[in-house]
């Protein structure tokens, strides 16, 4: 559980009331959507500039080794902390105040370390926001171009671009899945990986032993 609220903690307006698109029920996606109803009371325009400077946030974060020890350091003073967060800022260009309150909430609650992962959860919120569909497909190795591109051709011909929705492709790596692939798109999931049949070959097994 977040030991501080977002919205509480920053005391943000409360009188139009907001929901977000989708319901993300992980501890990242809490903090994502604290903040993305967070800009979007402000306006849309708000809604825009947070986004923009998450993710450019979360891009600098391998590049900058002050940034990446302030992620990852559970060690640092809380003074440090916060001159690390200032730095970060700068560093990523961000000015909005909900990023730099988001970021402020997470090292209080010692949840920086999932940094990353609450842009990766509130980019999900942008997309379903935008009225984009996210498919993720996820391989035992990093898919070739060829494949990769059949997949996306696949899913432009499907119903839910005819829907006249926007798709976004992202392809993750999951060597756990030994080959064949996941694929994940609104609320289904189509598994065809080599651990699934395995996983079911075991049970079988087990059932008749």
Same mark, same amino acid.
């Given at each position: 559980?977040?030991?501080?609220?977002?919205?509480?903690?920053?005391?943000?307006?409360?009188?139009?009331?907001?929901?977000?698109?989708?319901?993300?029920?992980?501890?990242? %996606?809490?903090?994502?959507?604290?903040?993305?109803?967070?800009?979007?009371?402000?306006?849309?325009?708000?809604?825009?500039?947070?986004?923009?400077?998450?993710?450019?946030? &979360?891009?600098?974060?391998? &590049?900058?080794?002050?940034?990446?020890?302030?992620?990852?350091?559970?060690?640092?003073?809380?003074?440090? *902390?916060?001159?690390?967060?200032?730095?970060?800022?700068?560093?990523? %260009?961000?000015?909005?105040?909900?990023?730099?309150?988001? =970021?402020?909430?997470?090292?209080?609650? %010692? *949840?920086?370390?999932?940094?990353?992962?609450?842009?990766?959860?509130?980019? &999900?919120?942008?997309?379903?926001?935008?009225?984009?569909?996210?498919?993720?497909?996820? /391989?035992?190795?990093?898919?070739?171009?060829? =494949?990769?591109? *059949?997949?996306?051709?696949?899913?432009?011909?499907?119903?839910?671009?005819?829907?006249? #929705?926007?798709?976004?492709?992202?392809?993750?790596?999951?060597?756990?899945?030994?080959?064949? =692939?996941?694929?994940?798109?609104?609320?289904?999931?189509?598994?065809?990986?080599?651990?699934?049949?395995?996983? #079911?070959?075991?049970?079988?097994?087990?059932? /008749?032993?």
């Amino acid at each position: 559980m977040m030991n501080r609220s977002f919205n509480s903690v920053r005391g943000y307006a409360t009188q139009a009331k907001v929901s977000p698109p989708i319901t993300l029920y992980s501890l990242p %996606g809490k903090y994502a959507t604290a903040a993305y109803t967070a800009a979007l009371k402000e306006s849309p325009k708000s809604l825009t500039q947070v986004a923009t400077e998450l993710s450019g946030l &979360k891009a600098s974060i391998p &590049k900058n080794d002050k940034l990446l020890d302030l992620i990852t350091n559970p060690t640092l003073s809380n003074d440090a *902390r916060v001159q690390g967060i200032e730095e970060a800022l700068k560093f990523s %260009g961000a000015k909005s105040e909900i990023t730099k309150n988001l =970021l402020s909430t997470l090292s209080e609650n %010692g *949840r920086l370390a999932s940094t990353s992962k609450v842009v990766e959860e509130f980019e &999900k919120l942008i997309s379903a926001h935008n009225g984009d569909v996210e498919v993720v497909v996820e /391989s035992a190795q990093e898919l070739d171009s060829k =494949l990769q591109s *059949r997949l996306e051709a696949t899913l432009k011909n499907s119903s839910i671009a005819a829907e006249g #929705k926007k798709i976004k492709f992202v392809s993750k790596v999951n060597p756990a899945l030994l080959g064949g =692939l996941v694929v994940e798109f609104g609320e289904k999931t189509v598994d065809l990986s080599v651990a699934s049949k395995v996983n #079911k070959l075991n049970n079988l097994i087990k059932q /008749s032993v």
